[in-house]
């Protein structure tokens, strides 16, 4: 069975400073894909982030990076410089197995990030 | 821009009656689609998977019966809530795989949908 597991209920960080959102994971597949998700109040799910099992680069997509660590199982999000507009919940989640299940995404609990000006 | 869409965003429906909410993939055909329920500052949790062109597959503890899920095109996908009950107000929220090689390995979600039963 895969599991994401997100340590932080919340995180409180002050505007322009960098932030570490922490998630590890546990699967047997070889294969598997890893995602970051920022929903703010409004509720939707606002994709940020992919990294796939064999990338040997660390994914980043603007502010946003991924530092994956295989060996560790961990797939930690950077935001570098936040932003007031970057509090919200952010959520980690893994998708994998095979067909259909590569499809499925199990999500971690979630972190509450709060920037303060 | 969206690529998954759904509506309504919000409805409030009366006890029992039943309420639809639609999933469409824009510019893009997904086989599959997947509906989530989150309850408030809680996790997503998957409730179905949604397969075009045949029957729903459904994840354990979920009523197939009260959860009806409909996937008639490559683009849309339903989810009824029948005879709703004040417990079933949540959030409900819909996700799509793009297509390989034009959205890539991403898994998009829709806007969600608030439901409130009163």
């Known amino acids: ?117 | 821009g969206a690529v998954v869409s759904q509506h309504p965003s919000r409805v409030i429906c009366k006890s029992g009656t039943s309420v639809k909410i639609e999933c469409r993939s824009l510019d893009f055909q997904a086989t599959t689609m997947f509906w989530y329920r989150q309850f408030p500052k809680q996790s997503l949790m998957l409730m179905a998977t949604s397969n075009e062109g045949s029957k729903a597959t459904y994840e354990q503890g979920v009523e197939k019966d009260k959860f009806l899920i409909n996937h008639a095109s490559l683009t849309l996908s339903t989810l009824t809530v029948t005879s709703a009950h004040p417990e079933d107000s949540s959030f409900y929220i819909c996700s799509a795989r793009g297509a390989q090689g034009v959205f890539g390995n991403t898994i998009y979600f829709g806007e969600g949908s608030w439901l409130t039963v009163v």
């Not at chain 1, 919340?10 to 322009?16: L, Y």
């Not at chain 1, 007031?84 to 609990?109: E, H, N, P, T, W």
Request: aromatic residues 12%; charged residues 20%; proline residues 3%.
């Open chain 1, 1 to 117: 069975a895969q599991k994401i597991t997100q340590t932080q209920p919340g995180m409180f960080v002050q505007e322009k400073e960098a932030v570490t959102l922490d998630c590890t994971y546990d699967t047997s597949d070889q294969s598997y894909g890893l995602f970051w998700y920022k929903q703010p109040s409004s509720g939707e799910m606002i994709f940020l982030i992919y990294q796939g099992s064999y990338d040997e680069q660390n994914a980043t997509e603007g502010r946003y990076s991924l530092n994956f660590q295989k060996a560790r199982k961990s797939a930690n999000l950077v935001i570098s410089a936040s932003q007031l507009g970057d509090s919200a919940m952010y959520f980690c989640a893994m998708r994998g197995g095979r067909i259909q299940g590569a499809q499925k995404l199990v999500f971690g609990q979630g972190t509450r990030l709060t920037i303060n000006p």
